[in-house]
């Protein structure tokens, strides 16, 4: 180029209009999603807009007329959302397998991350193990962990029905704090287990108090949570207040006939304990029953009954003596230990399947013994022996309007207490694993209009990834972590039930973990771009 020309050249360049010059510098996306209805995950109302991502990030939202992209999908119609944060989940280990890596069965739903060692399930020589694995495997979804109060309680003072030691208490204290220094968010009990079970308030206040510095947080399985109900929500409240954490009372429900009702009471008092200043929450499967069983799954066999050579259960159900010992440790446990029917009992026990009763689904133990007039335990005994085929059960039956009551409350959040599920293996026969986010947005949003869907999103997204500090996640803007679920509004639903729990929901499209496809046009796409989320430190 002579010298003239070359001068020409940069006149043009420095009198070019805005316009000219943006068109010579078109912006390019490896990923644009266009035309969706954004819901941004923090409540505000949806709007139609474009979203440009390039790597793992959101970086651009607006209008992308001439702007181009990798990858392009068309959303007009579908809701854009921030990936849902499942935040009480029983998936982590299944996942840590290189055939499960994917966690099919909530990418359906459109989680994106899931929070695992609940219910004080994990140590956390568990927890390395685990990251391990999905440095090596790669995972379909991110995970988080709490450090587990039963899981330390076990490696220290093992299954002795006591109270820990002074030593003891400071060995599990150290090993909280090596499950903080791995990344937990926080602490997590079972307190209604062994053998969390024999500890007391004081020792989960000091070991909670471990997780401060970190800005970790307090998450309970409570103790009792149907005959004593209002008494076991409010230690965990306490427990929060004594450590100066933030507490949330895991899938919280109003468990049993006794307790209907009693929502408003607990709803008070988390109100009142917030307008004190303390940070109280809960999470929620939106489901009218807890765990799942079968009659024979009630039963609590003697142990030197068990040891007889060729026991039978049926056989031993019908004599008398043997009747009874069966009776005292079902309705007991084994030395004061756990127990179905000592944990919940038989008003919170309800037929959700039967082949051979289908006229009983529906009916409650206790309801069933006081019709019959007979005693409750010889009412299970001779639904046992007179079935050829299993009486499916929720251990935990909640009134529909109790569900609803819950639901609506602005510190609650949604989270499935699910296991791993693919259509193909479910390691917790619940529905709440295959469906738990899909019922939400399909039945209480767009068929029962319980919550708007702004609402519900918000408590599956911004709600869960603030309360656990987990970092640049949960929200649709610029900088986050490209983790977004693109559904159907009118055709997102749950499709698992009780007789068919492993049933996969239908209506999300699209869910994009970390920048990159998990799922694309309803289809897995054997993408595991998943990671551990480590707290953020404080």
Aim: charged share 25%; proline share 4%.
């Amino acid at each position: 180029m002579n010298a003239k020309a070359l001068f020409l050249a940069l006149l043009a360049v420095m009198f070019a209009t805005p316009t000219t010059f943006q068109a010579q510098q078109t912006e390019t996306f490896d990923l644009l999603i266009r035309g969706g209805l954004v819901i941004d995950g923090t409540g505000k109302r949806g709007v139609k807009t474009d979203i440009g991502i390039r790597g793992e990030r959101i970086v651009f939202l607006g209008n992308a007329a001439g702007k181009s992209a990798t990858a392009t999908i068309d959303a007009a119609g579908l809701v854009v959302a921030p990936g849902f944060i499942d935040v009480h989940s029983h998936s982590e280990i299944a996942i840590a397998n290189p055939a499960q890596r994917w966690n099919e069965g909530v990418i359906r739903q459109g989680v994106t991350t899931v929070v695992g060692g609940a219910d004080g399930s994990l140590a956390p020589q568990q927890i390395r193990q685990l990251i391990a694995a999905y440095e090596k495997n790669g995972i379909g979804t991110n995970v988080a962990f709490y450090v587990g109060h039963n899981a330390i309680r076990r490696e220290v003072v093992g299954r002795d029905h006591r109270l820990a030691k002074p030593e003891e208490l400071e060995k599990m204290k150290s090993l909280v704090l090596g499950g903080m220094q791995l990344g937990a968010v926080g602490l997590s009990t079972g307190l209604m287990y062994e053998p969390g079970m024999w500890s007391d308030t004081d020792e989960v206040v000091e070991l909670a108090k471990v997780v401060k510095p970190f800005g970790g947080t307090y998450d309970s399985h409570v103790r009792d949570p149907v005959q004593r109900f209002v008494e076991s929500d409010q230690e965990c409240i306490d427990v929060g207040r004594r450590a100066g954490i933030p507490a949330k009372i895991a899938h919280e429900k109003t468990v049993g006939l006794q307790n209907s009702g009693k929502n408003k009471v607990i709803i008070k008092m988390i109100n009142d304990a917030r307008r004190r200043g303390q940070d109280v929450v809960t999470d929620q499967y939106p489901y009218d029953g807890a765990a799942v069983a079968t009659l024979t799954g009630i039963v609590v066999v003697p142990p030197e009954l068990s040891r007889e050579s060729g026991f039978e259960l049926k056989a031993a159900l019908r004599d008398s003596a043997k009747r009874n010992a069966i009776k005292q440790t079902s309705e007991n446990g084994i030395n004061g230990g756990f127990a179905w029917l000592k944990a919940t009992g038989y008003g919170a026990m309800r037929i959700t399947s039967s082949k051979d009763f289908p006229n009983l689904i529906g009916k409650y133990l206790s309801q069933l013994a006081d019709e019959r007039k007979m005693d409750k335990f010889d009412l299970v005994c001779d639904l046992l022996l007179s079935a050829t085929h299993p009486v499916g059960i929720t251990l935990g039956a909640i009134k529909e309007e109790d569900v609803r009551e819950l639901l609506i409350q602005k510190w609650n959040m949604v989270a499935s207490d699910g296991g791993y599920a693919d259509g193909k293996v479910n390691t917790q026969p619940h529905p709440r694993s295959t469906g738990t986010f899909t019922r939400v947005l399909g039945h209480y949003v767009r068929d029962v209009k319980l919550l708007s869907l702004e609402e519900a999103v918000r408590k599956m997204s911004s709600f869960p990834a603030e309360h656990l500090a987990i970092p640049e996640r949960g929200r649709i803007a610029n900088g986050m972590f490209a983790d977004i679920s693109i559904f159907d509004p009118k055709t997102i639903r749950d499709r698992s039930t009780w007789d068919e729990p492993g049933l996969m929901s239908e209506g999300v499209i699209h869910v994009v973990v970390n920048g990159q496809f998990v799922m694309r046009d309803g289809k897995m796409t054997g993408q595991a771009p998943g990671r551990f989320l480590p707290k953020k430190k404080q």
